[in-house]
């Protein structure tokens, strides 16, 4: 079976400008599930338990930060951090696309959603004959904070809970359809 997993994930808020958080970014990263990356993170894994972050869940900005568990962290060993999670993306066929507006030029939330929306509606329209190769899309989203559910109807459930799981199949693509049709 040809199958496509999407990880949705944001960063950021739709609060006011900020210099040290000025955009707000959602990023989707798109996995072929034909290609096996089970070697790699079990590698991942493994280089992180040397490191002593078993079974944890990296977070870049704490690390940037020196927050959290990594408060008493020097430079050197943050940066093995950032470097196994390097050696990991290069190691496995991933795509991405991230979506962002620069928060200082948004007067507000309705503004900020129409052009997240516009972009991400462009995105699906270029590659829906793609997704449409697939005999299963699933997509997940690890987040409470996205304020744009409320104008997108289908990821409306994904507001309730931190981490939710869809399974679409094409038969079923009105998914992408409703997504497209927010923007003209």
Not at 81 to 89: H, S
Not at 129 to 157: G, Q
Request: proline share 3%; aromatic share 16%.
């Amino acid at each position: 079976m040809n199958e496509l997993s999407i990880f949705i994930d944001e960063s950021g808020d739709f609060g006011e400008y900020n210099p040290h958080s000025p955009y707000y970014i959602i990023t989707m990263v798109f996995h072929n599930q034909t290609e096996d990356i089970q070697p790699a993170i079990s590698r991942l894994n493994r280089e992180l338990s040397y490191l002593k972050l078993d079974n944890m869940c990296i977070h870049t900005g704490p690390i940037i930060r020196k927050e959290e568990i990594y408060k008493n962290m020097s430079v050197h060993e943050r940066r093995r951090i950032f470097n196994k999670m390097v050696a990991f993306i290069r190691q496995i066929n991933i795509r991405y696309k991230c979506f962002y507006i620069e928060k200082k030029h948004i007067a507000d939330v309705v503004e900020a959603t129409g052009l997240l929306s516009k972009q991400i509606s462009q995105f699906v329209r270029e590659y829906y004959t793609e997704f449409l190769s697939f005999d299963d899309v699933k997509y997940t989203m690890i987040t409470v904070r996205w304020k744009l559910v409320k104008y997108f109807p289908l990821f409306s459930m994904l507001c309730f809970q931190t981490q939710f799981f869809v399974k679409l199949c094409p038969q079923n693509i009105n998914f992408f359809k409703q997504l497209t049709s927010y923007v003209h």
